[in-house]
């Protein structure tokens, strides 16, 4: 098993990693990507799809993309 390092450690280790492979600015443009978000996903995801089933969901989605 491998041991967990504490999650201080492991931003570091990414940051660095991240800093030293896209260099500051490309870092950080990454970064602001992945902002928390507003309002309720679930509830959102439940009105966009109410009763539809996995199946009818993927095959609208490969309709519109013929």
């Known amino acids: 098993m491998i041991a967990e390092i504490p999650s201080s ?3 570091q ?3 660095k990693t991240l800093f030293e ?4 600015s490309d870092t950080i443009r990454f ?4 902002r928390d978000g ?3 996903s679930i509830a959102q995801k439940d009105a ?3 009763n539809q089933s996995v199946d009818e969901i ?3 989605i490969k309709a ?3």
């Open 9 to 11: 450690d492991l931003n």
């Open 13 to 15: 280790k990414a940051f």
């Open 21 to 24: 492979t896209l260099g500051y």
């Open 31 to 34: 970064l602001r990507q992945y």
């Open 38 to 40: 507003s309002g309720d």
């Open 48 to 50: 966009n799809f109410q």
């Open 58 to 60: 993927y095959n609208a």
């Open 64 to 66: 519109k993309s013929n």
